[in-house]
Nanobody, 124 residues
Framework: QVRLVESGGGLVQAGGSLRLSCAAS????????MGWFRQAPGKEREFVAT????????YYADSVKGRFTFSRDNAKNTAYLQMNSLKPEDTAVYYC?????????????????WGQGTQVTVSS
């Protein structure tokens, strides 16, 4: 059984930083791409970032490009999202997800397993 557990969310002031972690178990972590998505109140879930199985390739939503960095440590079965220069509009529940394949993807329907989410709140 695959399990993804996010941590690291919290309350931060605008301009601050947070690092989210996603610990995975249940299948070979390094075989699959990972993604981060987020959902703000009253809005649909949106893509944030994706990383290939090796970590060599990443892709970001325009809204976070240059501020967020997605990385992974396959030896620790953990993915990370470093979020800098946070803005109030980054406030959302952040979800990590594990893809069907090893290739990065922006599409939520190409992710099979999802974590429970972690709340990120950025105050102005």
């Amino acid at each position: 059984q695959v399990r993804l557990v996010e941590s690291g969310g919290g309350l931060v002031q605008a301009g601050g930083s947070l690092r989210l972690s996603c610990a995975a178990s249940g299948r070979t972590f390094s075989d699959y791409a990972m993604g981060w998505f987020r959902q703000a109140p009253g809005k649909e879930r949106e893509f944030v970032a994706t990383i290939s199985w090796s970590g060599a390739r990443t892709y970001y939503a325009d809204s976070v490009k240059g501020r967020f960095t997605f990385s992974r440590d396959n030896a620790k079965n953990t993915a990370y999202l470093q979020m800098n220069s946070l803005k109030p509009e980054d406030t959302a529940v952040y979800y990590c997800a594990q893809a069907y394949s090893s290739s990065l993807s922006r599409r939520s329907d190409e992710y099979y397993y999802w974590g429970q989410g972690t709340q990120v709140t950025v105050s102005s």
